[in-house]
């Protein structure tokens, strides 16, 4: 979030002031929910669930986020309606929850399922705990993602997440992932499996430590820069802060 725009991370971490999330989040929380829930079983057993077992995870973890932290709705979403829009949100985590399923469950054998670790940053007071998604036992490092549109090649190969992962996995393994992948779960009106691949090197890692190194220095001297107004996260669907921001005209 720091990186995305320091105001939201300043409102949200040094300010206390927690915004619900939005209606897309909590889709993709309740379809992680599912997919979580096999890899962590298929680790031992090496089997994957039955659809109807993670379709029905998929659902109740959409329905507790939904329950424990709200919904931030847009006002376009306010007036379609609560409950309509939140219907239609549940329809959609049964048909991705269906997809991750049939195309997306079998092609894995986890090693590691949000597996945590502190990361040391060289010359610094502070240390760092990352999560990684998903490695498998090829050593491919995966991050599963909902969205209403394809991805685009740069988008893994410029992802700081996915770089983020692969240093977790280095840490842990002492190696390099063999690659980097970003599975998208594309919430069309048939909704399809959009798998991407990329690489991560050395050097990769050698410029994300660089890039948290500065974040961290920023931290520290309580500089927070807001995104640039053409950002894709300064959009009131995407910001539950936009509404309210100093950053943001109004009017």
């Not at 590691?112 to 060289?122: K, M």
Request: some cysteine.
């Amino acid at each position: 979030m720091f990186e995305r725009c320091g105001e939201s991370y300043r409102r949200r971490y040094i300010e206390n002031e927690i915004i619900p999330p939005g209606i897309s989040q909590v889709k993709g929380s309740g379809v992680h929910g599912g997919a979580k829930h096999n890899f962590q079983q298929k680790k031992e057993t090496h089997e994957d669930l039955p659809k109807k077992d993670i379709i029905e995870v998929s659902v109740a973890e959409f329905e507790r986020v939904v329950s424990k932290q709200g919904v931030f709705l847009t006002r376009e979403e306010e007036s379609v309606g609560y409950n309509k829009v939140i219907g239609e949100t549940k329809d959609s985590v049964v048909r991705l929850a269906d997809l991750f399923s049939t195309e997306v469950a079998s092609e894995y054998q986890p090693v590691y399922v949000e597996e945590s670790h502190r990361l040391v940053i060289p010359d610094s007071p502070y240390d760092l705990l990352a999560v990684m998604d998903l490695a498998d036992d090829l050593d491919r490092v995966t991050d599963l993602k909902t969205a209403g549109k394809s991805k685009t090649q740069k988008e893994i190969d410029t992802s700081e997440q996915l770089s983020m992962y692969a240093l977790v996995f280095k840490a842990i393994t002492k190696r390099l992932p063999t690659e980097v992948r970003l599975e998208t779960l594309v919430d069309t009106k048939t909704p399809k499996r959009q798998p991407l691949i990329s690489m991560r090197d050395k050097q990769d890692l050698e410029v994300l430590v660089a890039r948290v190194d500065t974040m961290i220095k920023a931290l520290a001297k309580e500089v927070f820069v807001p995104a640039q107004p053409n950002s894709w996260v300064c959009d009131p669907r995407y910001c539950g802060y936009f509404n309210t921001c100093k950053y943001v005209k109004h009017g």
